[in-house]
């Protein structure tokens, strides 16, 4: 993250869908994790599973804190200053479709509903709900300002995995390496053929 910075003003489609992603997954009212972690949170509730549902609330709270921190450094503060394109339209079409569900999900639940297995009595607007999940938000927001400077001035935290399994570690990098850069050449070659049939065409 700090050699990132400022991608939302090369990527725009790409901010916009991430944000939309993060918020989805981190619960915030209006977006479908709002309406599916509800549900759970709820359902522990409920059933009194205090210890599960205090769990699921700090959870919801350092998911919040995470994809703050990670929009933020990456599209948000700072500057990139390398090369970068924003997603082509045969990445955009999909980021836009999936984010268009996750808020046309996050707004109109039954839609959600409807593709679950069973029958839902669950209504995930109440007042009490939508307080939860601003305040989820809220403390991921203090939290991420109150660390943030702190954070800063910790040097560089060594991996642990480097420590006690090597073999795994460096596997596992050399495998999504190993998967980007072949997406990455497939994904070139498609548009390279598309562009070489739209010239003959």
Known sequence: LDDLGGLARKMPITAVTFFVAALSIAGFPGFNGFVSKGMVIVAAHHEHYDVLWYLLLAGGVGTFLSFIKLGYYAFLHGEYDGYVEDASIGQAVPMVAVAALCVLFGVYPPGLYAILPGGFD???????????????????????????????????????????????????????????????????????????????V
């Not at 999940?133 to 400077?149: H, P, Q, R």
């Not at 999504?176 to 997406?183: A, K, Q, S």
């Open 122 to 200: 669950y209504t995930a607007f109440t007042p009490g709900h939508v307080v939860e999940g601003v305040a989820l938000a809220a403390a991921g927001v203090i939290g991420f300002v109150i660390l943030k400077t702190p954070l800063s001035r910790v040097a560089k935290i060594p991996d642990i995995d480097r420590l006690y399994n090597p073999g795994t570690l460096y596997g596992t990098r050399g495998l999504v390496v190993g998967t980007t850069e072949l997406y990455a050449w497939v994904d070139r070659a498609v548009v390279g053929l598309t562009r070489s049939a739209t010239r003959l």
